[in-house]
């Protein structure tokens, strides 16, 4: 026992640094799923978008800032065309979603060139925000809080002002909102956009945190995403916009922290995912097979 919380403690700044760049994702994953009621697959395409654009950019001679932007530009293009194929199209979101993230694959490695790029050898974020923090866990840490804080300040305001509030009632009301004169397809196209937006950023910044860019690096986070979005709203609730906001960076470093815990005790990291789909899986049937309704998770056509 005493060996399991030596390894968990040595896993714990590791993990919780990770935690905040996959808080953003999960935030991500919590717009459209929560707020636009528009049940998005495209994370698992704009993540590593984001990873690939950067790390390509990075190597092309471009600066950290102009990357890092231009990657969240690219995955906010991402998220606009699955909000545009479902309205357009008249494509299922869920569809919509499978084949931009399909598409990506491809894009991704046609961006990158190969299906991995290393980055040691270009400057980075970290460094040009906070000089020694790619390599002080501390320093990391202390920035990845500030930029996570930030972030959710930001999204805090947003949903609060009248065009938050209208992408809200987009979300809670298709109907009601576009007979008060909302424009449904705008806010959703934005609402995508500005979610994928967040899992570009997140991708950017963890290529130039780990050093280097994969193709596969989307794999599964949308399922790790949803675990956390599940565990920080269970902790705080959603009927609050503040709890809305917060869940997913809760949730995040709650979840990230009970991978830590499982490894630590002995559980091979091939059986991480297994694990989180079996998690979500119990979380969302539950209510069902207590003979409620699934209210975990609403998904619309």
Known sequence: MMEVFNNFYNLVPVTFAQSLIYAL??????IPFRILNFPDLTSEGSFPLGGSLCAALLMAGFN?????????CGAFVAGCCTALIHLKLKINTLLAGILVMTMLF????????KSNVALFSVDNLLEKVWVGSSTDLASMIIMFVIMVVVIGLILFWFFKTEIGMSMRAVGANLK????QGINTWAYTIVGLGIANALNGLAGAVLVQQQGYADVNMGLGILIDGLAAVIIGETLLGRHEVWRQVAAPFLGSVVYYQLISLGLAAGLEPSDIKLATGIFVLITLGLPVLRG??????KLRE
């Not at 950290?64 to 969240?72: F, G, K, Q, R």
């Open 292 to 297: 409620g309704t699934a209210e975990t998770l």
């Open 25 to 30: 994702v999960a935030a991500g994953i919590m």
């Open 176 to 179: 009601m909102a576009s007979a």
């Open 106 to 113: 491809s894009v991704n490695l046609r961006v990158m060139g």
């Open 64 to 72: 950290p800032y102009s990357a890092t932007l231009l990657a969240v």
